[in-house]
C-alpha cells in the first residue's frame, strides 16, 4: 500500500519562506520522478515543480528561481523550497508519484499579510 503524506503548510507573511514535505512510503521511492502540485480555489490544478530519479529539475515559469525541489532517497521524502512568497502563491499543495495514481492530501499555504 502506497502512502504519501505531506507536511510543513501553515501561514505566512508576504516575502517569507516554509519548506513542505513529503514523506512516501510502501514504494521504491528512489527509482520514481516526484512532483510538486498547487490547486488555487477557483483554479485547475498545476505543476509547479518535478524531480526525476536522477535528481534533475524542472520548475514552473511562476516559482522558478524562488522554489527548489530536492529529495532525500534514504528519507524517502521530497522537499519544497519555497522563498520570497507571494500572495498568488495562496494554494493547497500535493506531491504525487509522477505518472501514476498516487496523491497526498495536501497541505495549505497561505501568504498574507
Known amino acids: 500500500q502506497v502512502r504519501i503524506e ?14 513542505l514535505s513529503c514523506a512516501v512510503s510502501g514504494s521504491i521511492f528512489s ?10 480555489p477557483g483554479k485547475q490544478r498545476e505543476l509547479v ?16 528561481g524562488r522554489f527548489t525541489i530536492s529529495r532525500d532517497n534514504a528519507k524517502k521524502t521530497v522537499y519544497l523550497q519555497m522563498n520570497s512568497l507571494k500572495p498568488e502563491d495562496t494554494a493547497v499543495y500535493y506531491c504525487n508519484i509522477r505518472y501514476t495514481s498516487y496523491w497526498g492530501q495536501g497541505t495549505q499555504v497561505t501568504v498574507s499579510s
Not at 6 to 13: A, F, M, P, R, T
Not at 55 to 62: F, K, M, Q, R
Open 6 to 19: 505531506e507536511s510543513g503548510g501553515g501561514l505566512v507573511q508576504p516575502g517569507g519562506s516554509l519548506r
Open 31 to 40: 527509482a520514481y520522478a516526484m512532483g510538486w502540485h498547487r490547486q488555487a
Open 49 to 64: 515543480a518535478r524531480i526525476n530519479s536522477g535528481g534533475s529539475t524542472n520548475y514552473s515559469d511562476s516559482v522558478k
